[in-house]
């Protein structure tokens, strides 16, 4: 059975920095694509970042060049560094398996980053 557990959000001042992370299970991990994405209150949810098996990264153009996202797949985690936080980042952030436009499997329970001005 996969799981997703994501952690590491919490409340942090605008310009202050959080590092995310996910550990994924029941996978094997080091041969897909991940990637993380938030919901703001009241908004769909949104892709934010992914990165290939090979270590390529992409990037919304709202977060480029204060985020970043990693994977270490000897431990089957990926992290998402944020850096330069605004109020507007202020979400739940989840991560999943990314096929296609698709994300693969069920959502585990976020961690909620909130950013305040």
């Known amino acids: 059975q996969v799981q997703l557990v994501e952690s590491g959000g919490g409340l942090v001042q605008a310009g202050g920095s959080l590092r995310l992370s996910c550990a994924v299970s029941?996978?094997?991990?080091?041969?897909?694509?991940l990637a993380w994405y938030r919901q703001a209150p009241g908004k769909q949810r949104e892709l934010v970042a992914e990165?290939?098996?090979?270590?390529?990264?992409t990037y919304t153009d709202s977060v480029k060049g204060r985020f970043t996202i990693s994977r270490d797949n000897a431990k089957n985690m990926v992290y998402l560094q944020m850096n330069g936080l605004k109020p507007e980042d202020t979400a739940v952030y989840y991560c999943n398996r990314r096929a296609g436009n698709s994300v693969v499997y069920s959502w585990g329970q976020g961690t909620q980053v909130t950013v305040s001005s």
């Open positions: 029941g996978i094997i991990f080091s041969g897909v694509r």
């Open positions: 990165i290939t098996s090979g270590g390529s990264t």
